[in-house]
C-alpha cells in the first residue's frame, strides 16, 4: 500500500462538503414529495440514485483514508463522520421506498412536519460541515450543532403527537402498523442527524 505524506486537508473537508451537499438534495427533494404526496417509480428512482451518489463519495474517502498517511483530523473521526452522514441518505431512501411499498398518501400534516424537520436539519449540518476546518468559525459551527439537537427533540415531541394521533383515529389496524414505521424512521432519521452534531462538536473540542 502506498501512502501520500503530504496532508490532504482540502481534499478530505472537499468530499464531506459533497456528503453534505447531497445530503440536503436527498432531504429537499424528499420534503417536496412529501408536500405533493407523490412517491410514484420516477421520484424513488431520484431519491436512490442520490443514495447511490452518497455511498460513492463515501467509499471514495474511505478509499483517500487507506492511502494517505497524515489526515488533517483523525482518521477515526473521519470514517465516523462519513459513515453517519451516509447513515442519513440512507434512512430517507428507506422512508421513500416504504412509502411507496405501503402505497401511502405521503401529505399527511405529521409526514410533512417530519420532512420539514428533516430538511432543515440536514441544511444545518451541511453548514456545520462547510466550516468545521476553519477554527474561526468554531463558534458558528458549534451553533448549527446546537440548531441539530433542538431539532432532534422537535423530532420526538413529533413522533408522540404523531403516534397518538394514529391510535386515536386510525381505525385500520395494517394502516396503524404502517404509519407508525413511517414515523419511527423519520424520527430516527433526526436522531441520526444529531449523532453526526456530536460527531462534529467532538472534532471541534479535539482541534480546538
Known amino acids: 500500500m502506498s501512502f501520500n505524506f503530504v496532508p490532504k486537508e482540502l481534499k478530505f ?5 459533497l456528503q453534505a451537499d447531497n445530503i440536503v438534495k436527498t432531504a429537499d427533494c424528499f420534503k417536496a414529495c412529501v408536500k405533493r404526496g407523490v412517491f410514484d417509480e420516477e ?9 447511490h451518489e452518497g455511498d460513492t463519495l463515501s467509499h471514495e474517502i474511505v478509499d483517500m483514508l487507506n492511502r494517505t498517511f497524515i489526515t488533517p483530523i483523525d482518521r477515526e473521526d473521519i470514517y465516523s463522520l462519513t459513515n453517519t452522514l451516509d447513515d442519513i ?13 405501503y402505497k401511502l398518501d405521503a401529505n399527511d400534516e405529521y409526514m410533512v412536519q417530519f420532512a420539514d424537520t428533516i ?45 397518538s394521533h394514529l391510535f386515536e383515529t386510525e ?37 480546538g
Open 13 to 17: 473537508f472537499d468530499f464531506l462538503s
Open 171 to 207: 381505525k385500520d389496524p395494517i394502516m396503524v402498523i404502517k404509519w407508525k414505521e413511517i414515523y419511527e424512521v423519520a424520527e430516527g432519521t433526526l436522531d441520526i442527524c444529531e449523532h453526526v452534531a456530536k460527531v462534529i462538536e467532538s472534532i471541534l473540542v479535539k482541534n
Open 119 to 163: 430538511d432543515q436539519s440536514a441544511h444545518a449540518l451541511c453548514n456545520a460541515v462547510k466550516h468545521m476546518h476553519d477554527t474561526k468559525r468554531s463558534r458558528r459551527v458549534l451553533d448549527h450543532c446546537i440548531e441539530v439537537n433542538r431539532l432532534e427533540n422537535l423530532g420526538d415531541q413529533i413522533r408522540e403527537k404523531a403516534i
Open 89 to 101: 441518505v440512507d434512512m430517507i431512501n428507506s422512508m421513500s421506498n416504504r412509502i411507496k411499498l
Open 43 to 51: 421520484v424513488v428512482k431520484k431519491i436512490k440514485d442520490l443514495e
